[in-house]
């Protein structure tokens, strides 16, 4: 898996007092994050729990119904 890095590489160029300058400045983001149903909330709660698949677990709430 690539490494991915959120910083702007620093540039060479610009030294001041031993240390390298950042030339170009990027702001952090929103991101929008669709909300998740209760469902996959409790699903994901047993799966992490009981060690097992989600889909496992999905089918464990549906049939102790769980719906949050």
Do not use: W
Request: glycine content about 6%; proline content about 6%; overall charge positive.
């Amino acid at each position: 898996m690539p490494f991915h890095c959120e910083t702007p590489p620093l540039t060479g160029s610009n030294v001041r007092n031993g240390g390298s300058v950042v030339s170009k400045a990027v702001a952090a983001k929103d991101y929008q994050t669709s909300p998740r149903s209760a469902t996959d909330l409790a699903a994901s709660i047993i799966a992490s729990r009981l060690r097992l698949s989600i889909s496992t677990a999905r089918l464990v709430c549906e049939l102790a119904d769980i719906k949050g």
